[in-house]
């Protein structure tokens, strides 16, 4: 039979051991745990910093975009106002357009399909107004947003085309090639020279 007092004597003995070298494990395990929080705390700080050089190389991309989009703006509606840009010439742009993509989801909406599908195929591109200038970018700005959000292509190559459209209806607009305040046949219009010079 075992003797208690050998089994108390044993598990004393193993206790005596077992205690230091449980604490100095504990130890240990803590040191590398402070370590493995350091390292950590400095991953992140570094993941901060790249995140808010994104951030910045995002907003320097965008104002990059912005100022493009500016600079073609105000080219093509210098070339459509002294008529550099034909009617003719935006006839065929519209021919273009009139492959109109469809509406799927919330930004671009079957609403803004059939607006575009009119003020393309359907009214005279003469009879433009500002308003329709208006309705044509807010447009082009939904299928931005919904590219945005679904990477359909077709849509930003479409709505990228649809503003270098509305910028030359707007220029011809500001010249008075078209629209309410359209020079009649017979009167000098820009880019081309008087009759009689």
Not at 156 to 173: C, N, P, Q, R, S
Request: charge should be negative.
């Amino acid at each position: 039979m075992v003797d208690i007092a050998t089994v108390l004597s044993i598990i004393g003995s193993v206790a005596t051991v077992v205690g230091p070298l449980t604490a100095l494990l504990w130890d240990r395990l803590n040191r590398l745990e402070d370590r493995l929080n350091d390292r950590l705390d400095r991953l992140e700080s570094r993941v901060n910093n790249i995140e808010g050089e994104l951030r910045e190389i995002r907003v320097d991309i965008n104002n990059l975009s912005r100022s493009m989009l500016s600079f073609s703006n105000a080219l093509i509606d210098v070339l459509a106002i002294k008529n550099v840009i034909s009617q003719s010439e935006v006839a065929v742009l519209r021919g273009y357009l009139s492959l109109i993509p469809m509406a799927r989801t919330k930004y671009y909406t079957k609403e803004d399909e059939e607006k575009l599908r009119y003020l393309i195929t359907v009214k005279p591109y003469e009879d433009y107004t500002w308003d329709d200038i208006r309705t044509l970018r807010e447009i082009a700005d939904h299928m931005i947003k919904e590219y945005r959000e679904t990477g359909r292509e077709e849509l930003i190559d479409y709505a990228y085309k649809l503003l270098f459209f509305t910028w030359v209806a707007e220029g011809h607009l500001l010249a008075g090639i078209i629209g309410p305040n359209r020079k009649r046949q017979g009167q000098e219009s820009p880019g081309q020279p008087c009759q009689g010079r």
